[in-house]
């Protein structure tokens, strides 16, 4: 009996415990990672608004789950990535401010002996900030609200798996835009319209040069 009493006052005082920690934790979530990538801001810019691209670089979906990604839109404000983990989507929703909107639906959240399936939502941003040809990329995932007690205990056991996935993620994007071609808005073009506008200009300094010439040659009357 004695024995009984001492189990069931373990349970209550574990079950307190667990109670009293999860009230104290933040019913919100975020991390925040960054990489220098040698390239313009451009190029990263172009690269990361690319859904396509995503599939390569974003490790947030495991190897195993790449098939089941689905994208639909054209890069642009309301485009979807989305993949089967539970069911994780991200929108674009500011493409100027690299801004997206995530939704976790019963995203399979494993910690210790506790199986649990995320339901909440968040925003992800891409910060760039360009230097000479440089530019550092900070990525930032915030999201909640959390339930209480679990979503919150589990949530913040898994941070540092999720902070250290954001890492890889951020190496392989590193790997893949200096690697990989990305074609930049070319200059060239660029240059090539402000030629033209000169020549025009030009072309229209001689003519009204002629114009005068002509105006003085002829004999007044």
């Known amino acids: 009996m004695q024995i009984l009493k001492l189990i069931v006052l373990f349970i209550v ?12 934790l933040p019913s919100s979530f975020s991390l ?14 172009k690269t990361l608004k690319n859904l396509e691209d995503r599939k390569i670089w974003y490790t947030l979906v495991d190897s195993n789950l790449v098939s089941t990604v689905k994208i639909t839109g ?6 979807k990535f989305t993949w089967k983990f539970g069911e994780v989507e991200v929108v674009l ?6 801004e997206n909107k995530i939704k976790f639906v019963n995203y399979p959240v494993n910690a210790a002996v506790i199986n649990y399936q995320l339901n909440t939502q968040g925003t992800e941003i891409f910060d760039l ?8 990329v900070t990525w930032s995932i915030s999201g909640g609200p959390l339930d209480y007690p679990v979503g919150k205990i589990v949530t913040a056991a898994v941070q540092y798996k999720i ?10 994007l590193k790997d893949y835009i200096e690697s990989v071609q990305v074609e930049e808005t070319p200059k060239e073009n660029t240059q090539n319209n402000v030629q033209v506008q000169q020549n025009i200009q030009q ?12 105006n003085t040659d002829t004999p007044q009357n």
Do not use: H, P
Request: charged letters at 30%; a negative charge.
């Open 203 to 214: 072309e229209q300094q001689q003519q009204e040069q002629q114009q005068q010439e002509q």
């Open 13 to 24: 005082s574990f079950v307190s415990s667990f109670l009293i920690f999860a009230l104290v």
């Open 163 to 172: 902070y250290k996935e954001m890492e890889k993620s951020l190496f392989k």
């Open 74 to 79: 054209d890069g642009s404000n309301g485009s």
């Open 93 to 98: 929703s500011d493409i100027k401010k690299m």
């Open 129 to 136: 900030v360009e230097a000479q040809q440089r530019t550092t």
């Open 32 to 45: 925040s990672n960054y990489i220098e990538i040698e390239r313009s801001k451009e190029v990263v810019f």
